[in-house]
């Protein structure tokens, strides 16, 4: 009996093992869903303030990790702000004093535009593989999908967060849920994926919800209006002469 109870143990834990995709596929197939080789936004940025919500209006290009441009359109006070992201690099141009500053240092951990996004989560790379390294911990539903829950922890100092805790849908494999942790094990920020749409070949969050929670207030929305991928974008978007254009 005991020999029996033993092989009837074996196949459950062999069922189960066959029913738990390998982690390193999950990252693989969250990047092949959140990345792409270029890709090209419009959104808004809903602020939700103590004293009330305003929106900020953008239009970015990306290509790859390491290439960024974003400019904003409205309201008026931040029209024609512009943002270059090269590697490890990242200017500002401001129209008002018609002049670029680099962002750097301690400079990286501000407010973008009061909301709860820092210059610093603009510098973070997509690409989860390279930098964490990740354990299911187990699973749950979110937004009535079957998740699974993924630990990640860094595998670099190069980041912005030392360790971070994904929900991530079973079947689109997209993440719905994330939570960011400092090295000490502090929550730093939430956010929440939906609008889940199916976009050229990939499923994508088009509404992103960001919560610092180090500061009061409802989060900060991104809203994409308008997403498109592997587009042919200009070299000279991705340059600092483009910020004075």
Not at 14 to 43: C, G, H, L, R, Y
Not at 61 to 68: F, L, V
Not at 88 to 106: A, E, K, N, V
Request: net charge neutral.
């Amino acid at each position: 009996m005991k020999r029996k109870n033993l092989f009837l143990l074996g196949l459950l834990v062999t069922a189960i093992q066959a029913q738990t995709p390998d982690v390193q596929e999950i990252i693989d197939k969250i990047d092949a869903n959140m990345t792409a080789t270029t890709s090209i936004f419009e959104s808004r940025m809903v602020i939700h303030g103590r004293r009330g919500s305003r929106t900020v209006e953008s239009k970015s290009w990306s290509q790859g990790e390491d290439k960024s441009f974003t400019e904003y359109l409205a309201p008026a006070r931040e029209k024609g702000i512009k943002m270059l992201k090269l590697e490890d690099h990242l200017w500002m141009y401001s129209p008002s004093t018609d002049r670029t500053i680099q962002i750097s240092g301690h400079m990286l951990r501000q407010s973008v535009m009061g909301s709860d996004l820092s210059y610093e989560d603009m510098m973070e790379k997509s690409r989860l593989k390279k930098d964490y390294g990740a354990t299911i911990i187990g699973s749950e539903i979110v937004d009535d999908r079957n998740c699974w829950i993924l630990e990640l922890i860094a595998n670099t100092s190069d980041v912005a967060y030392h360790g971070r805790k994904v929900w991530v849908d079973k079947e689109r494999f997209v993440p719905l849920r994330e939570e960011l942790f400092a090295k000490s094990g502090k929550l730093l920020k939430k956010t929440e994926m939906s609008d889940i749409t199916y976009i050229q070949g990939r499923w994508f969050p088009k509404t992103i919800l960001f919560k610092d929670m180090l500061k009061k207030g409802e989060g900060t929305e991104f809203l994409m209006d308008q997403v498109t991928f592997d587009a042919d974008i200009p070299d000279y978007i991705f340059s600092k002469a483009a910020l004075r254009r």
